[in-house]
Nanobody, 127 residues
């Protein structure tokens, strides 16, 4: 079992920045990748960014490339999402997810890749 706890959400003005954190606990040695997804009211949960836990390779949705950065701290079993130049359309609940089964059948952008999810943290960007 892996437990994920997100933090760092909040209210920010357009153009501002936030950094989300996701701390993993439990069987963290079995994590192959971690990702961030978000879900706005009335919309599907969508991919934001992912990181391969071993190589550190990163992947981004086109909508956040150049503005968001995903990173990891292996010693702390924590993944971060630095969000800069925030826009009102970034408003959503942000979820952290972990792949502990190495589900390579699915790309990092697919929800089915991940078998553990956090509870989510609200990010609100005002215009």
């Amino acid at each position: 079992q892996v437990q994920l706890a997100e933090s760092g959400g909040g209210l920010v003005q357009a153009g501002g920045s936030l950094r989300l954190s996701c701390a993993a606990s439990g069987r963290t040695f079995s994590v192959y990748a971690m990702g961030w997804f978000r879900q706005a009211p009335g919309k599907e949960r969508e991919f934001v960014a992912a990181i391969n836990w071993g190589s550190g390779n990163t992947y981004y949705a086109d909508s956040v490339k150049g503005r968001f950065t995903i990173s990891r701290d292996n010693a702390k079993n924590t993944v971060y999402l630095q969000m800069n130049s925030l826009k009102p359309e970034d408003t959503a609940v942000y979820y952290c997810a972990a792949d502990t089964q190495n589900n390579r059948y699915f790309a990092y952008t697919y929800r089915n890749r991940y078998n553990y999810w956090g509870q989510g943290t609200q990010v609100t960007v005002s215009s």
